[in-house]
């Protein structure tokens, strides 16, 4: 049984994850996670395989495209690349290609910043969380008050261990690919370039659609 000083942050509305690193996402409504993140999350990518490119040897990501996250399909993705005159293959060695934690976890509230900083509504989508949070309107924290705190939900625990430094990505439409320059900017210049939190897995379980998320 939880105990009564924890904290409700609020409910889980969405879950995602990542097949392929950089790729659209796929939509959950219940998602194991393991020790390393949730199942089937970034358990491939698409890997430079031009040796004069910049990335070789490394996953072509959304800042080298911004079409990538339109398509789950990794035949569709490598033709975009292919547009650019890069090669890429498949690959799923090793078993997972996160760039620094395997959870990524965004609250509605932090959202809401962000819409208003930029003056229109953005889908969650842009930030590619793992966990999307209706916050409970008795929550007000932001990302760096939750650095070093329990998160659970469902029969998982989350140890939040850093904010989610963002990139270009997070300009990009998740719809067209079209670019948003003044997401990004108003990120750095009014929340320090942080939208979301990482977290690695303390216990590894089973979240849903609805399960209420708390931190104690």
């Given at each position: ?13 969405k879950l995602w994850r990542y ?117 409970d309107p008795g929550f007000a ?76």
């Amino acid at each position: 049984m939880r105990e009564s000083r924890d904290m409700v942050v609020g409910t889980v509305a969405k879950l995602w994850r990542y097949p392929v690193k950089s790729l659209g996402a796929e939509s959950l409504t219940r998602a194991e996670v393991l020790g390393d993140g949730l199942a089937g999350d970034r358990a491939a990518a698409l890997v430079v395989e031009t040796a004069t490119h910049a990335r070789a040897g490394k996953p072509f990501r959304g800042k080298e495209s911004a079409l990538l996250h339109l398509t789950t399909d990794p035949a569709t993705a490598a033709s975009y690349a292919a547009n650019a005159n890069v090669h890429v293959s498949l690959t799923t060695e090793p078993a997972r290609w996160f760039d620094l934690r395997p959870v990524s976890v965004l609250l509605d509230l932090w959202l809401r910043d962000v819409e208003a900083l930029v003056g229109e509504a953005l889908d969650p989508l842009r930030f590619r969380p793992n966990l999307f949070i209706a916050t409970d309107p008795g929550f007000a924290k932001r990302e760096d008050d939750l650095v070093g705190t329990v998160l659970r939900a469902g029969t998982v625990e989350l140890q939040v261990v850093e904010t989610n430094k963002r990139c270009v990505t997070t300009t990009y439409d998740v719809d067209t690919g079209a670019s948003e320059p003044r997401v990004l900017r108003e990120v750095a210049l009014n929340r320090d370039n942080v939208v979301g939190i990482y977290c690695e897995v303390l216990a590894p379980g089973f979240v849903s659609l609805g399960d209420e998320l708390t931190t104690g």
